[in-house]
């Protein structure tokens, strides 16, 4: 009983960090875009967009070859997901239930159980959100080669369909963001397999990983004092955040 306490203390609390540490990344993403990776990237992304829809004949090519590679990065996260989940299925549907002597908390066959669950549904959740990613990756492989003069036969314009796609291809990127992080969030659940110690390790590095992957101040810094100095408006909340 006393080594299920651990379970009970340290566990949860490990998941707090956790969700915690991606309250407060959402937070910044709303208010503070230009001090994150995402916001940075999405900023960038909508320059690109129109770049690559000023002149489709010329950009054309250029245009479906990174969506093709980014489609291709979603596939291969999303294969290896469904890959994992399945053989976690059968693992769990088809090993006989010993217990590790090594674990200090609770090491019943419920509590295994509930890891491994823990895990199938962390990689289910990565391959559909990677899936969602290839969904909006392949719209706007096709929206962003409407050539110009075909536009003005639409109800929107230039503009307009370049904010629409930029939309688009954002949404692929963040799906793809939110896969990711899945992949991360499965290591410190893996790692509960050999007890809860090692699981709240996990999450307490996995957390100072995460923010300096996540977080980019100076570039945020160094991208506003630029467009400044070229006369180009600085981006917004919106920009970033709109979806």
């Not at 309250?23 to 230009?34: E, M, S, V």
């Not at 419920?110 to 962390?122: D, N, P």
């Not at 790692?191 to 996990?202: R, S």
Request: net charge positive; hydrophobic share 50%.
């Amino acid at each position: 009983m006393q080594k299920q306490i651990v379970d009970f203390v340290l566990v949860p609390l490990g998941l707090l960090v956790m969700v915690a540490y991606h309250l407060w990344l959402l937070r910044q993403i709303a208010r503070r875009p230009a001090t994150t990776v995402f916001g940075i990237n999405a900023f960038n992304r909508r320059l690109w967009v129109r770049a690559m829809m000023e002149d489709t004949s010329k950009n054309r090519i250029l245009a479906v070859q990174t969506l093709r590679n980014n489609i291709m990065a979603s596939t291969v996260l999303a294969s290896t997901a469904i890959m994992l989940s399945s053989i976690i299925t059968v693992w769990m549907s088809g090993v006989a239930y010993r217990p590790v002597a090594m674990v200090y908390g609770d090491n019943s066959q419920l509590g295994l159980s509930i890891k491994t669950f823990s895990i199938l549904v962390c990689f289910l959740g990565a391959f559909l959100l990677n899936v969602q990613s290839i969904r909006y990756y392949s719209h706007a492989s096709m929206l962003i080669n409407v050539p110009n003069y075909m536009r003005e036969m639409g109800p929107m314009d230039l503009e307009s369909s370049a904010e629409y796609v930029w939309r688009t291809v954002n949404r692929g990127s963040y799906f793809w963001s939110l896969g990711l992080h899945a992949y991360y969030i499965s290591f410190p659940l893996f790692l509960w397999i050999f007890g809860p110690i090692p699981m709240f390790l996990a999450c307490v590095v996995l957390v100072f990983l995460l923010y300096f992957l996540d977080m980019a101040s100076d570039l945020g810094s160094v991208c506003s004092s630029n467009a400044q100095k070229e006369g180009h408006r600085e981006y917004s909340k919106a920009d970033v955040v709109a979806v």
